[in-house]
T-cell receptor, first 110, second 114 residues
Framework: SQQGEEDPQALSIQEGENATMNCSYK?????LQWYRQNSGRGLVHLILIRSNEREKHSGRLRVTLDTSKKSSSLLITASRAADTASYFC??????????FGEGTQLTVNP | EAGVAQSPRYKIIEKRQSVAFWCNPI?????LYWYQQILGQGPKLLIQFQNNGVVDDSQLPKDRFSAERLKGVDSTLKIQPAKLEDSAVYLCASSLEWGTYGYTFGSGTRLTVV
Protein backbone atom coordinates (compact mmCIF):
# COMPACT_ATOMS: atom_id res chain seq x y z
CA SER A 1 0.00 0.00 0.00
CA GLN A 2 1.07 3.57 -0.53
CA GLN A 3 2.88 5.21 2.37
CA GLY A 4 2.48 8.89 3.11
CA GLU A 5 -1.23 9.56 3.26
CA GLU A 6 -2.25 13.17 2.73
CA ASP A 7 -5.12 14.97 4.35
CA PRO A 8 -7.30 16.58 3.14
CA GLN A 9 -7.74 15.06 -0.31
CA ALA A 10 -8.90 18.43 -1.63
CA LEU A 11 -8.62 21.97 -0.29
CA SER A 12 -10.14 25.15 -1.71
CA ILE A 13 -9.16 28.55 -0.31
CA GLN A 14 -9.12 32.22 -1.27
CA GLU A 15 -6.01 34.01 -2.42
CA GLY A 16 -4.10 35.41 0.55
CA GLU A 17 -5.21 32.69 2.95
CA ASN A 18 -2.91 30.03 4.36
CA ALA A 19 -3.11 26.41 3.23
CA THR A 20 -2.19 23.50 5.48
CA MET A 21 -1.78 19.95 4.24
CA ASN A 22 -1.00 16.99 6.44
CA CYS A 23 0.78 13.73 5.80
CA SER A 24 0.98 10.58 7.88
CA TYR A 25 3.18 7.54 7.43
CA LYS A 26 3.59 4.13 8.94
CA UNK A 27 7.22 3.07 9.15
CA UNK A 28 10.50 4.75 10.02
CA UNK A 29 11.92 7.15 7.48
CA UNK A 30 15.25 8.72 6.55
CA UNK A 31 13.54 11.88 5.40
CA LEU A 32 10.21 13.19 4.16
CA GLN A 33 9.83 15.27 1.02
CA TRP A 34 7.07 17.43 -0.40
CA TYR A 35 6.43 17.81 -4.11
CA ARG A 36 4.09 19.91 -6.22
CA GLN A 37 2.52 18.78 -9.46
CA ASN A 38 0.72 21.10 -11.82
CA SER A 39 -1.92 19.50 -14.01
CA GLY A 40 -0.35 17.42 -16.76
CA ARG A 41 3.20 18.11 -15.61
CA GLY A 42 5.96 16.35 -13.74
CA LEU A 43 6.61 16.68 -10.03
CA VAL A 44 8.66 19.52 -8.64
CA HIS A 45 10.61 19.07 -5.43
CA LEU A 46 9.68 21.66 -2.79
CA ILE A 47 11.40 20.76 0.44
CA LEU A 48 13.15 17.87 2.20
CA ILE A 49 13.10 17.43 5.96
CA ARG A 50 15.33 14.86 7.64
CA SER A 51 14.12 12.58 10.38
CA ASN A 52 16.19 14.46 12.98
CA GLU A 53 14.71 17.83 11.98
CA ARG A 54 11.48 19.26 13.34
CA GLU A 55 10.83 22.28 11.14
CA LYS A 56 12.06 23.72 7.89
CA HIS A 57 11.29 26.86 5.92
CA SER A 58 11.61 27.79 2.28
CA GLY A 59 10.09 31.08 1.20
CA ARG A 60 6.34 30.87 1.87
CA LEU A 61 6.59 27.18 2.73
CA ARG A 62 6.91 25.75 6.22
CA VAL A 63 7.23 22.04 6.85
CA THR A 64 7.06 20.35 10.23
CA LEU A 65 7.86 16.77 11.11
CA ASP A 66 6.75 14.88 14.21
CA THR A 67 8.40 11.48 14.17
CA SER A 68 6.64 10.40 17.37
CA LYS A 69 3.29 10.83 15.63
CA LYS A 70 4.67 9.82 12.23
CA SER A 71 3.21 12.92 10.66
CA SER A 72 4.23 16.00 8.74
CA SER A 73 2.52 19.16 7.64
CA LEU A 74 3.08 21.61 4.81
CA LEU A 75 1.97 25.20 5.33
CA ILE A 76 1.77 27.60 2.42
CA THR A 77 1.36 31.16 3.64
CA ALA A 78 -0.28 34.00 1.75
CA SER A 79 -1.42 31.67 -1.03
CA ARG A 80 -1.60 32.76 -4.66
CA ALA A 81 -3.63 31.48 -7.58
CA ALA A 82 -0.38 30.08 -9.01
CA ASP A 83 -0.14 27.76 -6.00
CA THR A 84 -3.07 25.76 -7.41
CA ALA A 85 -1.69 22.25 -7.89
CA SER A 86 -1.53 18.80 -6.35
CA TYR A 87 0.82 18.42 -3.42
CA PHE A 88 2.38 15.09 -2.51
CA CYS A 89 4.37 13.97 0.46
CA UNK A 90 6.90 11.24 -0.11
CA UNK A 91 8.92 9.33 2.43
CA UNK A 92 12.39 8.10 1.78
CA UNK A 93 13.28 4.85 3.49
CA UNK A 94 16.41 2.74 3.53
CA UNK A 95 17.88 2.09 0.11
CA UNK A 96 16.75 5.53 -1.02
CA UNK A 97 13.30 4.26 -1.88
CA UNK A 98 10.83 7.15 -2.26
CA UNK A 99 7.17 6.30 -1.71
CA PHE A 100 4.39 8.78 -2.45
CA GLY A 101 0.99 9.32 -0.95
CA GLU A 102 -2.17 10.07 -2.90
CA GLY A 103 -1.81 13.85 -2.74
CA THR A 104 -3.86 16.90 -1.82
CA GLN A 105 -5.48 18.92 -4.59
CA LEU A 106 -5.16 22.59 -3.65
CA THR A 107 -7.27 25.19 -5.41
CA VAL A 108 -6.56 28.86 -4.69
CA ASN A 109 -9.36 31.10 -5.90
CA PRO A 110 -8.44 34.62 -7.04
CA GLU B 1 21.55 22.44 -15.47
CA ALA B 2 19.44 20.48 -17.94
CA GLY B 3 16.52 18.59 -16.48
CA VAL B 4 15.46 14.98 -16.82
CA ALA B 5 14.48 14.36 -20.43
CA GLN B 6 11.74 11.91 -21.36
CA SER B 7 10.30 10.87 -24.69
CA PRO B 8 7.85 10.51 -26.22
CA ARG B 9 5.57 13.01 -24.50
CA TYR B 10 2.42 11.14 -25.51
CA LYS B 11 1.73 7.67 -26.86
CA ILE B 12 -1.48 5.94 -27.90
CA ILE B 13 -1.39 2.22 -28.62
CA GLU B 14 -3.81 -0.64 -28.89
CA LYS B 15 -3.92 -3.31 -26.22
CA ARG B 16 -1.48 -6.17 -26.75
CA GLN B 17 0.92 -3.88 -28.61
CA SER B 18 4.34 -3.04 -27.21
CA VAL B 19 5.72 0.37 -26.28
CA ALA B 20 8.99 1.81 -25.04
CA PHE B 21 9.79 4.95 -23.11
CA TRP B 22 13.15 6.66 -22.89
CA CYS B 23 14.71 8.69 -20.09
CA ASN B 24 17.91 10.71 -19.93
CA PRO B 25 18.68 11.71 -16.33
CA ILE B 26 20.63 14.69 -15.15
CA UNK B 27 24.34 14.24 -15.79
CA UNK B 28 26.09 12.76 -12.78
CA UNK B 29 22.96 11.45 -11.11
CA UNK B 30 23.67 7.86 -10.18
CA UNK B 31 20.17 6.92 -9.09
CA LEU B 32 17.31 6.66 -11.59
CA TYR B 33 13.67 5.79 -10.93
CA TRP B 34 10.65 4.92 -13.02
CA TYR B 35 7.23 5.67 -11.57
CA GLN B 36 3.74 4.94 -12.85
CA GLN B 37 1.08 7.53 -12.07
CA ILE B 38 -2.53 6.62 -12.77
CA LEU B 39 -4.88 9.58 -13.10
CA GLY B 40 -5.91 10.92 -9.71
CA GLN B 41 -3.36 8.85 -7.79
CA GLY B 42 0.12 9.33 -6.42
CA PRO B 43 3.15 8.00 -8.31
CA LYS B 44 3.95 4.34 -7.74
CA LEU B 45 7.55 3.17 -7.91
CA LEU B 46 8.20 0.60 -10.63
CA ILE B 47 11.97 0.25 -10.59
CA GLN B 48 15.06 1.91 -9.12
CA PHE B 49 18.56 1.82 -10.59
CA GLN B 50 21.85 2.70 -8.95
CA ASN B 51 24.25 3.33 -11.84
CA ASN B 52 23.36 0.44 -14.17
CA GLY B 53 22.32 -2.01 -11.46
CA VAL B 54 18.76 -2.66 -10.27
CA VAL B 55 18.22 -1.75 -6.61
CA ASP B 56 14.49 -2.36 -6.33
CA ASP B 57 12.11 -3.84 -8.90
CA SER B 58 9.71 -5.44 -6.45
CA GLN B 59 6.70 -3.57 -7.85
CA LEU B 60 7.52 -4.04 -11.51
CA PRO B 61 5.07 -6.42 -13.27
CA LYS B 62 7.85 -8.48 -14.74
CA ASP B 63 5.59 -10.56 -16.95
CA ARG B 64 5.04 -7.53 -19.17
CA PHE B 65 7.32 -4.73 -18.02
CA SER B 66 11.08 -4.55 -18.44
CA ALA B 67 13.63 -1.82 -17.93
CA GLU B 68 17.30 -1.33 -18.46
CA ARG B 69 19.86 1.35 -17.87
CA LEU B 70 22.75 1.13 -20.27
CA LYS B 71 26.15 2.33 -19.10
CA GLY B 72 24.55 3.86 -16.04
CA VAL B 73 23.09 6.79 -17.98
CA ASP B 74 19.99 6.55 -20.21
CA SER B 75 17.19 4.19 -19.38
CA THR B 76 14.33 2.58 -21.27
CA LEU B 77 11.11 1.14 -19.91
CA LYS B 78 9.19 -1.32 -22.07
CA ILE B 79 5.71 -2.76 -21.85
CA GLN B 80 4.92 -5.88 -23.88
CA PRO B 81 2.07 -6.62 -24.30
CA ALA B 82 0.17 -3.58 -23.05
CA LYS B 83 -3.13 -3.82 -21.20
CA LEU B 84 -5.86 -1.23 -20.80
CA GLU B 85 -4.91 -0.75 -17.13
CA ASP B 86 -1.41 0.35 -18.17
CA SER B 87 -2.87 3.70 -19.24
CA ALA B 88 -1.00 6.17 -17.04
CA VAL B 89 1.77 8.72 -16.98
CA TYR B 90 5.22 7.16 -16.72
CA LEU B 91 7.60 9.40 -14.84
CA CYS B 92 11.36 9.17 -14.73
CA ALA B 93 13.34 10.76 -11.91
CA SER B 94 16.99 10.98 -10.96
CA SER B 95 18.83 11.81 -7.79
CA LEU B 96 22.37 12.96 -7.08
CA GLU B 97 22.59 11.82 -3.49
CA TRP B 98 19.72 10.33 -1.59
CA GLY B 99 18.93 11.75 1.78
CA THR B 100 20.33 15.15 0.90
CA TYR B 101 18.63 16.41 -2.20
CA GLY B 102 15.20 15.97 -3.65
CA TYR B 103 14.59 14.00 -6.78
CA THR B 104 14.29 15.68 -10.17
CA PHE B 105 11.42 14.45 -12.29
CA GLY B 106 10.92 14.57 -16.01
CA SER B 107 7.65 15.73 -17.57
CA GLY B 108 6.56 12.14 -18.12
CA THR B 109 5.11 10.10 -20.95
CA ARG B 110 1.34 9.89 -21.05
CA LEU B 111 0.34 6.43 -22.30
CA THR B 112 -3.16 5.65 -23.47
CA VAL B 113 -3.98 2.03 -24.24
CA VAL B 114 -7.17 1.57 -26.28
Amino acid sequence: SQQGEEDPQALSIQEGENATMNCSYKTSINNLQWYRQNSGRGLVHLILIRSNEREKHSGRLRVTLDTSKKSSSLLITASRAADTASYFCAKETSGSRLTFGEGTQLTVNP
Amino acid sequence: EAGVAQSPRYKIIEKRQSVAFWCNPISGHATLYWYQQILGQGPKLLIQFQNNGVVDDSQLPKDRFSAERLKGVDSTLKIQPAKLEDSAVYLCASSLEWGTYGYTFGSGTRLTVV
